[in-house]
C-alpha cells in the first residue's frame, strides 16, 4: 500500500543504513496508520554526483528525500503525524540531521491502487479486505514481512 522512495546521493547511506531506514519508515507507518507492515515498501535511489540540482544549481550537502505515496483516506492530523515521525525515524535510523531531510507524502485513492493483484480497501478496512482475500495470496503478503 504504502510505497517510500528514499532519495541520496550516491554513497551516503550505506547498506546497513538502508536497512535500518526501511525498517523504521515501516514501523512509523504501522504504528501511525495501523496498516500491516507487509504493506509498506521501501525503494533506495542512488544519485551520482552532479545528476541532483536544487535551484538550478548542483546538490550540496547531504540531504536524503523521501517521498510516499499512501493510500488517501486519513486525517490530516493522522498524516502530520505520520510525516514528523518519518523525519524522526529516517534521521535516527540514518544518523542523519533533521534539518538534512525533505519529506512529502502524496494520496492515491485506494480505488487506483492495486497490489498483489487485488485492489485495497480503505484505510481501517484492511482486516475485512485481508480476511476475504484467497488463502494462498493471504499468506504471500505475510511471507513477505518479517
Do not use: C
Not at 554526483?49 to 540531504?63: I, K, S, Y
Not at 486519513?74 to 518519518?86: A, C, F, G, H, S
Amino acid at each position: 500500500m504504502p510505497t517510500y522512495r528514499v532519495v541520496a546521493a550516491t554513497g551516503l547511506l550505506s547498506a546497513e543504513k538502508k536497512q535500518h531506514i526501511a525498517q523504521a519508515i515501516t514501523r512509523v507507518h504501522n504504528r501511525v496508520t495501523g496498516a500491516q507492515a507487509f504493506f509498506a515498501q521501501v525503494i533506495f535511489t542512488d544519485v551520482p554526483a552532479g545528476d541532483h540540482f536544487v535551484g538550478g544549481a548542483p546538490l550540496q550537502g547531504e540531504q536524503v528525500f523521501l517521498h510516499g505515496h499512501i493510500r488517501a483516506g486519513r486525517t490530516p492530523e493522522r498524516k502530520r503525524q505520520l510525516l514528523l515521525d518519518l523525519v524522526a525515524a529516517v534521521a535516527t535510523a540514518g544518523a542523519i540531521p533533521p534539518n538534512r531531510i525533505w519529506a512529502y507524502i502524496a494520496e492515491l485513492p485506494p480505488g487506483q491502487m492495486a497490489e498483489y493483484g487485488h485492489i485495497l480497501p480503505e484505510p481501517g478496512e484492511e482486516s475485512a479486505w485481508l480476511a476475504a482475500l484467497p488463502t494462498s495470496d493471504r499468506e504471500l503478503m505475510e511471507r513477505s514481512a518479517p
